[in-house]
């Protein structure tokens, strides 16, 4: 039988019954199962062939949820929650015993999400469980934007896929702790931090890229196209820049120079919202090798080249 579709109560019911379902957000697709179902959970890591060290997001429908699956959360946590409303934001708060070991690998922290996309919120709450979901895609490999890629990269590994069309945000979730009463950033997302700044009305600690993370989503090599890939600086004047053969070059924008940019008018939103598939474009491809220029080092372009980064130091490595 087909298993990518858009079955709503088929994607409701593989959940409920302990499988794997390819799930839309407006980030990325997420490989999600019943949080509170340990084989389930196990199955998630067995398919990605992701590390048990590395805990999973628990995406919830609603935020009155949350107590479900978090001992305590922070004010700035609500306040948070009431500015910006279901979105591209994941809170690290002390977790309830009811959550699995599994999915926080031992931590004493749970990562909650309530996606923004309505339909990742209808499966979740339709299935009536908290869901457990990393993005659905072999560990350290490039995260998947549409339905289909979630087929080409997992295909059998998953029983059903729920196509919510293409990601509308493009990278995966901001990612926000707290120690000591102060926020912290441990992966740079959809949500920009100057805009949790203006709700916090400090500058939260964006964490430093290391090899020894909190969140493994902060490895250095990470969504790797599987090639070499050279980042130029953003603003870059490519008519300098030596092409050659069998090399892919990727402005950020259009110009004189001919070649096909990642954006068509400069913005970030829309340079997130291609960016993995530009990478899989060039993954599949001939070309031995990628340069690609930089966002600007702001708002969302922020997180575009961290992902960047991460991808061109495995190419490198
Ligand atoms: O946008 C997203 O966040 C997507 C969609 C599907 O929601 N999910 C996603 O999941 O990106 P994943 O597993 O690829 O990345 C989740 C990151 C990991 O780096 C993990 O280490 C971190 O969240 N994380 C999970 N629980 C954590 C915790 N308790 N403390 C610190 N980091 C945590
Ligand atoms: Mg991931």
């Not at 067995?46 to 001992?71: E, S, T």
């Not at 409303?85 to 909650?112: C, F, H, I, N």
């Not at 340069?291 to 372009?301: F, H, V």
Request: hydrophobic share 45%; charged share 20%; proline share 8%.
């Amino acid at each position: 039988m087909q298993h990518l579709g858009t079955d709503l109560a088929r994607a409701a019911s593989v959940l409920r019954s302990g499988g794997l379902v390819g799930m839309p957000t407006e980030t990325v697709y997420g490989l999600a199962a019943n949080a509170l179902d340990e084989v389930a959970v196990a199955r998630i890591f067995d398919a990605k062939n992701r590390p048990h060290f590395d805990p999973l997001i628990v995406h919830l429908a609603d935020w009155n949820d949350v107590d479900r699956v978090a001992a305590d959360v922070p004010a700035e946590a609500r306040a948070l929650w009431s500015a910006l409303g279901p979105s591209a934001l994941t809170y690290v708060l002390p977790k309830r015993p009811e959550v699995p070991d599994l999915v926080t690998s031992g931590l004493d922290t749970v990562a909650v999400r309530i996606p923004q996309l309505e339909l990742a919120r209808q499966l979740i709450a339709s299935a009536g469980v908290p869901v457990a979901a990393p993005s659905a895609n072999p560990f350290g490999f490039v995260s998947p934007t549409t339905a289909q890629h979630v087929a080409d990269q997992l295909a059998d590994r998953v029983d059903y896929i729920l196509d919510g069309g293409p990601c509308a945000v493009g990278v995966e979730s901001t990612i926000v702790s707290w120690t000591n009463g102060r926020a912290g950033v441990l992966r740079l997302g959809g949500i920009p931090v100057e805009v949790l700044s203006d709700v916090l009305g400090y500058v939260p600690e964006v964490q430093p890229s290391s090899s020894q993370p909190t969140a493994p989503g902060m490895l250095e090599s990470h969504y790797a196209p599987g090639k070499p890939m050279q980042l130029l600086p953003h603003g870059v004047d490519w008519s300098t820049v030596n092409r050659m053969e069998g090399v892919r070059c990727v402005p950020w924008t259009p110009g004189a120079h001919g070649l096909d940019a990642l954006t068509t008018s400069g913005s970030c939103q829309q340079g997130a919202q291609r960016l993995f598939a530009a990478l899989r474009d060039f993954a599949a491809s001939s070309d031995r090798e990628l340069w690609m220029e930089l966002a600007p080092e702001e708002g969302l372009g922020r997180a575009i080249n961290d992902r960047l980064r991460r991808a061109a130091h495995r190419a490198e490595g």
